[in-house]
């Protein structure tokens, strides 16, 4: 028979890290690495975090590690700005080396703008209505102005009530025998949305039948016709 060996042990060595995954969120920017498989298993992990292209690692001045396998460490920095990471791990064998550098987080977009649209809805009320897109963000903020063909551009202020996804409309009293139009934007904690603009309103005409007829004296006799008809 031949004899037996046991296997020789596994090596104990610091674990390698995967490029970590940087995210933006509503509270800052989310970092998010993966623990890998590692003799002897891994115990820690440490993040150093720093607007992207820069040479400044936040993870010098703050050394906080975090219990494996918790994959997640939150910073609240500027989102507006790109941030990239690096993450280290450690076993009981040591400190693993610092991950490759992983890709940049993309700051937020603005909501797309909303629609918007005036119409007339009798000779003295305006119908100005918008929707309200959805967004990768949620929309908190509504502004919507009016103007005529002879005035300026004035804010709407019961639009900033009305930011909830969907159809709003608000009834103003206008004189509709003028031309008017409508401009409306929506804004996020990522920014505004560019203005999005009508055309001119259709001007109402009134019609002869609704115009009052100029009333006539009536003759008392017939003398005061009489006298009317030498005039």
Known sequence: TAPFYPPAPTPAVPPAAPPPVS??????????????????????????????????????????PVPAPECEMLYEVDVSIPHE???????????????????????????????????????????????????????????????SETSPWEPLPAATRCATSGPHEVLLPADCQLAWRARGRVGSAAGWSAWAETGWSEKLVVPPEYVR??????????????????K
């Open 23 to 64: 995210v933006t969120t509503r509270a800052g920017i989310a970092v998010r690495w993966t623990i890998p498989a590692a003799v002897p298993p891994v115990t820690m992990s440490q993040v150093a975090l720093r607007p992207a292209g820069s040479g400044n690692w936040c993870a010098a001045a703050q050394w906080r």
């Open 213 to 230: 007829p100029q009333l006539l004296p009536v003759p008392c006799c017939r003398s005061c016709v009489a006298g009317w008809v030498q």
């Open 85 to 147: 990471a690096i993450v280290c791990l450690r076993n009981d064998a040591g400190v693993g080396p610092w991950s490759p550098v992983g890709a940049p987080s993309k700051p937020p977009t603005a909501p797309p703008p909303p629609e918007v649209s005036v119409a007339a809805r009798g000779l003295h009320e305006l119908a100005v209505a918008w929707v309200v897109p959805r967004a990768e963000w949620a929309v908190t903020r509504v502004a919507v102005e009016v103007c």
